[in-house]
Nanobody
Framework: QLQASGGGLVQAGGSLRLSCVVS????????TGWFRQGLGKEREFVAS????????LYKDSVKGRFTISRDDTKNTVWLQMNSLKPEDTALYYC???????????????????WGQGTQVTVSS
């Protein structure tokens, strides 16, 4: 399972750090990503990291503000979010790719192992 946490309410310009603990799947050849879904919107890719070499991908609108990282010893992925904006408000999910997916990838359909969401709310 994937256990996501760290969401909350923050003012614009503030920071939050999300964490995702992965268990029940060997991740060494996989990638873990963060997605988000705003109210009434489709789920969208935010960032991903490949476990074996740390390659990262980011949605253009979060580049320079968000940083994804991992700890192999703890099977944990973090998403450090700085300079948050109201448009970052969403339910954030972490997910892991299928064993047969070439990584890195930002395509939602390549991720089949999902955690519960954690709410991020940014007030203006």
């Amino acid at each position: 399972q994937l256990q996501a946490s760290g969401g909350g309410l923050v003012q614009a310009g503030g920071s939050l750090r999300l964490s995702c603990v992965v268990s029940g799947r060997t991740v060494s050849r996989l990638a873990t990503g963060w997605f988000r879904q705003g109210l009434g919107k489709e789920r969208e890719f935010v960032a991903s990291i490949t476990w074996f070499d740390g390659t990262t991908l980011y949605k253009d609108s979060v580049k320079g503000r968000f940083t994804i990282s991992r700890d192999d010893t703890k099977n944990t992925v973090w998403l450090q979010m700085n300079s948050l904006k109201p448009e970052d408000t969403a339910l954030y999910y972490c997910a892991t790719t299928t064993p047969w997916t070439p990584v890195p990838t930002m395509r939602l359909q390549h991720y089949d192992y999902w955690g519960q969401g954690t709410q991020v709310t940014v007030s203006s």
